[in-house]
């Protein structure tokens, strides 16, 4: 897009549609800047509080992340390989909690071992239980139908799907702080204080390289004051996400 400023959404395809602005992980954010890109310093606005299980609710199965070894292989929910972002995060996040919280009675030897066999059975074996695209739709789609069992999920999409479908989801902590689950939106976005090896997304803005007229420079400011702004604040806190 920054180099032909071609895009296409759906069905629309738009042309000259070079962004003023850009917001995203860090790792994008760079790759941009190191094509010169971007204008200016990039500035972190917004942090994840990682992932939480989500499953059906209900599912008494499932009520920590050891439960996760009980899964059958092709029974576990996530996003299709081909969405690298969510998918890395996810299958990297159950390698990572179990190697860093492994389970008791575990010799250490084992840990690393145990991990990779965890991640394996859930992601390799017979496959993740997923739709493909469009993005993050396949892991409340799969565990609503019975076609999955849980699947990991990032916290504040978890807030998002429980509003909207009250009475079917419920969702574990992955936490240091506390544990358990809740099928309560509310409380979910209030956060966690994450198990070491549960991935964090941090996202940051930056001004692009592309020519902007007057108006156009007027409204990007605008829209950076809004993402500085108290207002935005209080949408992150409301929908389970933070500041840096």
Do not use: Q
């Given at each position: 897009q920054m180099e032909n400023g071609q895009v296409k959404v759906g069905n629309v395809f738009f042309r000259n549609a070079e962004p003023h602005i850009v917001a995203a992980p860090g790792k994008i954010i760079k790759k941009l800047e190191g094509g010169n890109y971007t204008i200016g310093d990039h500035v972190p606005f917004i942090k994840t509080y990682g992932n939480v299980i989500l499953k059906r609710k209900?599912?008494?199965?499932?009520?920590?992340?050891?439960?996760?070894?009980?899964i059958e292989p092709g029974r576990f929910a996530s996003s299709h390989p081909a969405e690298g972002g969510s998918y890395?995060?996810?299958k990297g996040s159950v390698y990572n909690i179990a190697l860093n919280n492994p389970r008791p009675g575990v010799?250490?030897?084992?840990?690393?071992?145990?991990?990779?066999k965890l991640q394996a059975r859930l992601f390799d074996e017979k496959g993740v239980s997923t739709l493909g695209a469009p993005m993050h739709r396949?892991?409340?789609?799969?565990?609503?139908?019975?076609?999955?069992?849980?699947?990991?999920?990032?916290?504040?999409?978890?807030?998002?799907?429980?509003?909207?479908?009250?009475?079917?989801?419920?969702?574990?902590?992955?936490?240091?702080?506390?544990?358990?689950?809740?099928?309560?939106p509310e409380i979910l976005a209030k956060g966690q204080d994450p198990l070491e090896g549960n991935k964090v997304g941090k996202f940051s803005y930056a001004r692009t390289s592309t020519s902007v007229n007057d108006a156009q420079r007027a409204a990007r400011e605008n829209l950076i004051n809004a993402f500085d702004s108290d207002?935005?604040?209080?949408?992150?806190?409301?929908?389970g996400l933070r500041r840096p």
């Open positions: 209900g599912d008494d199965r499932i009520k920590s992340f050891d439960d996760l070894y009980n890395n995060n996810y010799h250490e030897d084992e840990i690393a071992i145990e991990a990779a396949s892991v409340p789609h799969m565990i609503a139908t019975g076609e999955a069992d849980a699947g990991l999920y990032f916290l504040h999409l978890a807030v998002w799907i429980m509003k909207n479908n009250p009475g079917v989801f419920e969702a574990v902590f992955l936490a240091k702080d506390r544990d358990g689950s809740t099928d309560d207002d935005f604040t209080e949408i992150l806190v409301e929908v």
